[in-house]
């Protein structure tokens, strides 16, 4: 039996057992390693799996496990690379929480920010990132020069706030109208 790849994540390794209906009581309590050896084991149980076009873009069982084998390919950062396009976020949420104010920051000037920002604006798969840029966006400066910078994210992040959105939409109270016949008693 072959093995899972060190490079997807316990959540994404719940994921997938919950995307394509996988028979595994008690995952989510589960560590990594028990996940990927109930994972591989559930996969040679089954002969086949729903298709996914929405998230994984896999057809079939044989797909899913090249993917799960082979190194995660959205995970393109290298640690020491993550650690300093966080850094650079941080400092930018920085900024935006001391009123827009340069001083109070690493960088030399508002154009070396503009550079970071449109740097990391590619990693926008970190949450971080995704704040930074909406509170650089945010900025009088970038306001009054009418630009916007977009942040890139992969179809499977962009997909999973959407879910997420709706999700929190669901939740709130919203007017519900019953209509039939009602008895109303008071005591």
Same mark, same amino acid.
């Not at 089954?46 to 090249?66: A, H, S, V, W």
């Given at each position: 039996?072959?093995?899972?790849?060190?490079?997807?994540?316990? %959540?994404? /390794?719940?994921?997938?057992?919950?995307?394509?209906?996988?028979?595994?009581?008690?995952? %989510?309590?589960?560590? %990594?390693?028990? +996940? @990927?050896?109930? /994972?591989?084991?559930?996969?040679?149980?089954?002969?086949?799996?729903?298709? *996914?076009?929405?998230?994984?873009? +896999?057809?079939?069982?044989?797909?899913?496990?090249?993917? /799960?084998?082979?190194?995660? @390919?959205?995970?393109?950062?290298?640690?020491?690379?993550?650690?300093?396009?966080?850094?650079?976020?941080?400092?930018? +949420?920085?900024?935006?929480?001391?009123?827009?104010?340069?001083?109070? @920051?690493?960088?030399?000037?508002? =154009?070396?920010?503009?550079?970071?920002?449109?740097?990391?604006? =590619?990693?926008? =798969?970190?949450?971080?990132?995704?704040?930074?840029? *909406?509170?650089?966006?945010? *900025?009088?400066?970038?306001?009054?020069?009418?630009?916007?910078?977009?942040?890139?994210?992969?179809?499977?992040?962009?997909?999973? /706030?959407?879910?997420?959105?709706?999700?929190?939409?669901?939740?709130?109270?919203?007017?519900? +109208?019953?209509?039939?016949?009602?008895?109303?008693?008071?005591?």
């Amino acid at each position: 039996m072959e093995k899972i790849h060190s490079s997807h994540s316990k %959540k994404e /390794l719940q994921e997938i057992i919950e995307v394509f209906e996988l028979n595994i009581a008690n995952y %989510k309590n589960m560590n %990594k390693k028990d +996940i @990927s050896y109930s /994972l591989m084991y559930e996969l040679t149980k089954i002969d086949n799996i729903p298709e *996914d076009n929405d998230f994984f873009f +896999i057809k079939n069982k044989t797909e899913l496990i090249q993917y /799960l084998v082979n190194p995660d @390919s959205s995970k393109t950062l290298t640690i020491k690379e993550k650690n300093e396009v966080m850094e650079i976020a941080k400092y930018i +949420i920085m900024y935006c929480k001391n009123d827009y104010y340069l001083s109070h @920051s690493p960088f030399l000037d508002w =154009d070396d920010m503009f550079d970071k920002v449109k740097y990391i604006a =590619d990693y926008g =798969d970190i949450p971080s990132v995704r704040k930074a840029v *909406d509170g650089f966006n945010e *900025d009088p400066k970038m306001i009054s020069m009418g630009k916007c910078i977009g942040v890139q994210m992969s179809s499977r992040c962009r997909k999973k /706030l959407e879910r997420k959105k709706r999700m929190i939409q669901k939740q709130k109270n919203s007017l519900k +109208i019953a209509r039939g016949k009602f008895i109303v008693e008071f005591n």
